[in-house]
């Protein structure tokens, strides 16, 4: 965004979006997006390819009817969880302060 006396071309969303600020936020969403994506998706494909490739293995019983098939399956939810409160305390801390003075840059440029 413009702030000296030349004439800035574009809407005021497209000067943002053209913005350093606006680059760097972009820049540390996609840091954690990606690779926790990544993560949880491998996480996710080994737990597939277990059930579908080592049937015996996931049918190990270690407490009465639960087996290993079942803890790993319960364990997806706990890391979907996880992965939220994660997600939330890194944009809390990272992500919200930048977008919130972004968002401040543009109200007070209309």
């Not at 919130?100 to 109200?107: A, W």
Request: hydrophobic residues 45%.
């Amino acid at each position: 965004m413009s702030t000296t006396g030349e004439r800035s071309t574009g809407t005021v969303y497209e000067q943002v979006q053209a913005s350093p600020e606006f680059a760097d936020l972009r820049r540390r969403l996609r840091r954690f997006v990606f690779p926790m994506s990544v993560a949880f998706l491998a996480w996710y494909l080994a737990y597939v390819l277990l059930a579908s490739y080592a049937p015996g293995f996931m049918a190990i019983k270690v407490l009465g009817n639960i087996n290993i098939g079942l803890i790993i399956g319960l364990l997806q939810f706990v890391s979907t969880f996880a992965i939220t409160t994660i997600y939330v305390r890194y944009a809390n801390k990272h992500l919200d302060p930048a977008a919130e003075k972004i968002r401040q840059q543009i109200e007070g440029a209309e």
